[in-house]
């Protein structure tokens, strides 16, 4: 393999945005790029292929590390990471704050409740929600069918790459876990839009120990997405086993053509969350206003990235009781829940959308201002773009049935009030296609261990081997 370099040296006033290589820290200022969403200048190192692959002629650093090691350790890296002098989360919070949508104090916020995912009980149960029994993840676990053939099965180490999404900060120290977990060999492909999160946790964790199995077991770099002259060496079945991709439309097209034999994917696609309040909210002003505040709640979550924050809401309601509804909705909406302080406006072209909408008087009514602190949106059919930035676009329907003509494979998560109308709607909501229902403002973590789109995730993760050793006796 070789190795890639940028003719373009960085200027003194580009950040830096360092790889973590087996435990190493590589800098340098070689490549030039452009964050994808405000077009911000970073540099990296120029890019080492034959460091960034683990060789199948060697175990995995971690295979032989027992399970309650690597979750003793996780727990002790999070506990450095919880330090508000840790000087590499603090640089990162400055550097994010460049490239990010999202304001200051959501990119603080996440990164510090990043290391609730650290926890001993959490991680425990994570593993045993994902595993019918976790000793596989430690060795060979003896089995004996009807007919008497004796096996051994284990939870095999893999080889991954995860391309990480950019909107959310803390899935970088989410999937370092969860690699370590089934003890993989990964490599981590940072986003433009949040080239530094994942290095910063894996230098704080190489601080813990540095010679640590983890740590050996970890990288993380950048690379622009599409680039042939690093995805076509890397993406192959001699070097890894899956690949784990969050990411929009294109990020997973692009790395569907390398997808073949001895190569999966694991993916963790675009998807849309949506609202669902019945009639029931307009019972009295007191019921309308904690149903538009559970909404809020919803919308609101990272500023409406992340793909869990509700879109779309449903209503069964009459225009004029929308309305209503609308109006207390973008109030609530508006209110700075998480501490995010003053956001980012709104990009001219969506902007433009809401502006529209305003003057077709007889079709919509939108409520707030669209400064990108919140707006509601009144329809009678879904709008055509995508909302964004603490926008909702709540829709009239006749029945909550109805809505579920909007419900596809996309739908990711679903929040419905009142909450006793979740039994009638969920088995109708899975044959639509939807993957998680929940109640109406609890949108944001779900439970511990949980399937994550319609999947357990560390259980596809593992290289799933069988040892048969004959007939018993």
């Known amino acids: 393999m070789t190795i890639l370099a940028d003719t373009q040296s960085a200027s003194s006033g580009v950040d830096s945005a360092p790889f973590f290589i087996r435990g190493k820290v590589v800098e340098g200022l070689d490549q030039v790029h452009r964050s994808r969403d405000l077009g911000v200048e970073f540099a990296t190192p120029k890019i080492d292929l034959d460091s960034l692959v683990h060789p199948r002629t060697e175990l ?90 004796r096996s051994f099965i284990r939870a095999f180490a893999p080889r991954l790459v995860h391309v990480l999404p950019g909107n959310a900060p803390s899935q970088g120290i989410r999937s370092i876990a969860q690699s370590a977990l089934v003890k993989s060999v990964s490599l981590f492909k940072m986003a433009s839009a949040d080239p530094f999160s994942t290095v910063a946790f894996l230098r704080t964790m190489a601080e813990v120990d540095p010679d640590h199995p983890v740590v050996r077991s970890m990288s993380a770099i950048y690379w622009r997405g599409g680039e042939e002259s690093v995805e076509r060496v890397l993406y192959r079945p001699q070097y890894f086993d899956k690949l784990v991709a969050w990411g929009g439309g294109d990020a997973i097209n692009n790395v569907m053509k390398y997808i073949g034999p001895g190569f999966q994917l694991v993916s963790f696609d675009p998807k849309t969350s949506i609202s669902m309040v019945g009639k029931e909210a307009f019972a009295s002003d007191e019921t309308l206003s904690e149903a538009a505040a559970l909404n809020a709640f919803d919308v609101s979550i990272g500023g409406q990235e992340p793909c869990v924050s509700s ?43 809401i502006d529209v909408l305003r003057m077709m008087d007889d079709d919509y009514a939108v409520f707030g201002a669209s400064d990108g602190r919140g707006v509601a949106i009144r329809s009678e059919e879904p709008v055509d773009f995508h909302p964004l930035r603490k926008t909702s676009n709540v829709v009239c329907v006749p029945s909550l049935m109805d809505a579920l003509k909007h419900v596809n494979v996309a739908t990711q998560t679903v929040g419905v009030y009142p909450f006793e109308r979740m039994a009638e709607l969920r088995d109708h909501l899975a044959s639509a296609g939807a993957q998680r229902v929940v109640r109406l403002g609890e949108a944001g973590p779900s439970a511990i261990g949980n399937p994550h789109d319609a999947m357990y995730p560390l259980h596809r993760f593992v290289h799933w081997m069988a040892n048969e050793d004959g007939v018993e006796g």
């Open 60 to 149: 995995p650093p971690l295979l032989n590390t027992p399970l309650s090691e690597i979750i003793d350790f996780l727990y002790e890296a999070g506990q450095k990471l919880a330090d508000p002098n840790n000087a590499h989360v603090q640089a990162t919070i400055d550097r994010m704050a460049k490239v990010s949508l999202q304001p200051r104090k959501s990119i603080e916020y996440q990164m510090q409740s990043s290391v609730e995912y650290l926890d001993r009980k959490s991680l425990w149960e994570l593993v045993e929600q994902n595993f019918p029994n976790p000793k596989a993840l430690d060795g060979w676990v003896p089995h004996t069918d009807h007919q008497g053939r």
């Open 311 to 353: 879109r779309f809401t449903f209503i069964e309601a009459t225009p004029e009781q929308a309305d209503r509804y609308c109006q207390a909705l973008a109030e609530q909406i508006r209110i700075d829940r998480f501490g995010e302080g003053t956001p980012r406006p709104l990009d001219s072209e969506l902007k433009e959308q």
